[in-house]
């Protein structure tokens, strides 16, 4: 699959800038950064290996991209290693964090022009996921650091934003090609097939998941 190298070199520095500051936001706690390194790693060498590209396997190989960042997060919110990187999140930065959204949305509306993914994934379509993107500066500011938005507010908003992604996520694993395909059959999604497309799910993603829940966590022990 070719997409023009401006997509391409754009997308890592995406995935470097959540990436840095999913750290910064957690206090660069060494769980988090032995978990991101190993699973960019794992992912990268997968993916330019063509591990994902035999679609017509059972499983399919595609949940090795979903399964380790699940069963990370999962770990997060349940052992005592996971709970020092959550008690140390900074739901600030990481709501600034969640602006990075808006830059992978037109990543997105370039690879749906390039036929690599479905429509369907875009702002174009039913992808309603840059909202989220641009309020975040405002709701970081005036909720987190000048404290003017009132802790249902944010708990609401982190609760919409996280329906949103997890909205995109769903359309997009529906839409690879595999044995469980649902949608999209015209024009798959498959440009998370490839490197470096995969770390769309398989970091930035799990990245904004986690961020969410993290600050929801931090809001409700608060409140």
Known sequence: METPTYLQIGFVLITVVTVFLFLKSVAFKRPA????LVLLAVQSILSLSGFFLATDSLPPR?????LPSVIAVILAFTTQRGKTVLDAVNPETYTYLFTIRVAVEFVILGLVIHKAMPESMSFEGRNFDILS???APFIAYYGFRKKRIGTKVLMAWNIV????VIQVVT?????????IQQLSFDQPNLAVLYF???LLPGIVVP????GH????RKLTRSK
């Open 171 to 179: 359309t997009g694993i529906l839409s690879i090609p595999s044995p």
């Open 213 to 216: 829940l993290a600050i929801l």
């Open 196 to 198: 470096p497309y995969v």
């Open 133 to 135: 993107g641009l309020s």
């Open 207 to 210: 990245i904004v998941i986690f």
């Open 161 to 164: 934003a996280l329906l949103l």
């Open 33 to 36: 950064i032995l978990i991101v």
């Open 62 to 66: 595609f949940l090795a991209v979903l």
